[in-house]
């Protein structure tokens, strides 16, 4: 019962992203531009997670972790649809807004789990993200299979819409009230705006860095590789998109069990691994069902990337968690930042196969990197 809430919430999230973006080459369209212009419109999104960031830990020490949640989810939901409708400018807007909300909630979210973790003693974190990659896999398929129906995809959002606000006021019911929130002390108002990362926050960032901008590409451009390169139909492209998001949910749900096991370097080794494996057979093929197979280990390989580097930053991490967690996702936003328009303007004027290779020495960088996880230096012995 205590991973309920914190699994619906995480579930609801990925259903509003992934619907809305495995629906991206018909918004393209109705947008009437090209990859290397949607590439930058999506940038959007990471300038209002920049701005979110310095006030996201502020927010949810001052509503609590709760009330945050079942209130920026719900803004997220409503901004959806009209993401999928709006002109360029109006786009330009939305997604920022989408980002910023949707910035908030994620530090909320995460200091659900860890709270639930600090409190009780049991692994939730691994599994709430779990519920993350589940919410993927229903929402690839169901938006795939309305895709190849022609379902519009304002109708589809509208949809994802209000289901994820009828969840919302279903966690509100369910969940006790949070403590009251602490009012604000004499140095908490003298805090700069942005929390700095300090050295282990920055270590963390470059262990994750290969493998949380593979996540992405796969997210923003996996849909169009599979449609373009591989010429896969609608439904079709939905159920291999999927693969990626089962192997996700798999290795996410089991997650808690194998932090405990094999320990967190020789996680962020084999994730690495398994990317770059994965990443090599869904460039070197033209079959259908191994890009399938390549998807399933790409989403593997990164599906314990974030937790690891949210149990890392906790651990090691100096000051208050929430800005901890706050310092993490700026230093992650900020070094991934011109990704989206540097992998929109491969895909355009390279091709989609080199969005994907680029990635390898960013995959390996996260392999070498993998005894920050342990608070140790890397290229170091023991």
């Known amino acids: ?62 509503l609590t ?39 908030i909630f994620d530090v909320s979210a995460n200091m659900i789990s860890a709270g639930i973790e600090q409190r009780t003693g049991t692994k939730v974190l691994a599994r709430s993200h779990g519920f993350w990659s589940v919410g993927l896999l229903i929402g690839s398929l169901y938006s795939g299979f309305l895709a190849e129906r022609e379902v ?47 050295r282990a926050i920055l270590l963390i960032c470059v262990m ?35 693969t990626f998001t089962v192997g996700m949910g798999l290795t996410r749900l089991s997650g808690d069990k194998l932090r405990e096991a094999f320990g967190p370097v020789t996680l962020v080794r084999s994730s690495a691994i398994a990317v770059i494996a994965g990443i090599l057979l869904l460039v070197t093929t033209s079959s259908l069902i191994q890009a399938g197979l390549a998807l399933f280990v790409i989403g593997c390989g990164i599906a314990l990337a974030f937790p690891l580097a949210v149990s890392t930053t906790i651990a090691f991490g100096k000051g208050q968690p929430s800005e901890n967690l706050a310092a993490l996702a700026l230093t992650l936003m900020l070094s991934t930042i011109g990704v989206p328009p540097l992998l929109g303007f491969i895909a355009e004027h390279v091709s989609l196969v ?29």
């Open 1 to 62: 019962m205590i991973l309920l809430p914190p699994a619906l919430l995480y579930f609801c999230n990925a259903i509003l992203f992934v619907s809305l973006f495995t629906r991206l080459p018909a918004i393209q369209m109705s947008l009437g531009v090209d990859k290397a212009v949607l590439g930058m419109a999506l940038l959007s999104a990471p300038v209002g997670t920049f701005l979110a960031l310095p006030l996201a830990g502020r927010i949810n020490d001052r």
């Open 65 to 103: 972790p709760r009330l945050t949640a079942i209130v920026t989810l719900p803004v997220c939901a409503l901004l959806t649809p009209v993401l999928t409708i709006a002109p360029l400018p109006l786009f330009l807007v939305c997604f920022f807004l989408f980002g910023f909300f949707r910035t």
């Open 152 to 198: 519009t995809p304002f109708a589809q959002q509208m949809a994802a819409a209000i289901f994820v606000i009828l969840a919302c006021v279903f966690v509100q019911r369910i969940t006790a009230r949070d403590a009251a929130p602490r009012a604000a002390t004499t140095a908490s108002a003298k805090r700069s705006a942005y929390v700095l990362p300090d």
């Open 208 to 242: 994750v860095f290969g493998l949380c901008i593979v996540e992405g590409a796969v997210y923003d451009w996996g849909i169009f590789f599979l449609r373009e390169h591989l010429g896969a139909d609608p439904q079709t492209a939905g159920i291999l998109y999927a």
């Open 354 to 382: 080199g969005t994907f290779v680029v990635l390898l020495p960013c995959a390996i960088l996260s392999l070498l990197m993998a005894p920050v996880a342990e608070g140790r230096r890397p290229f170091r012995r023991r």
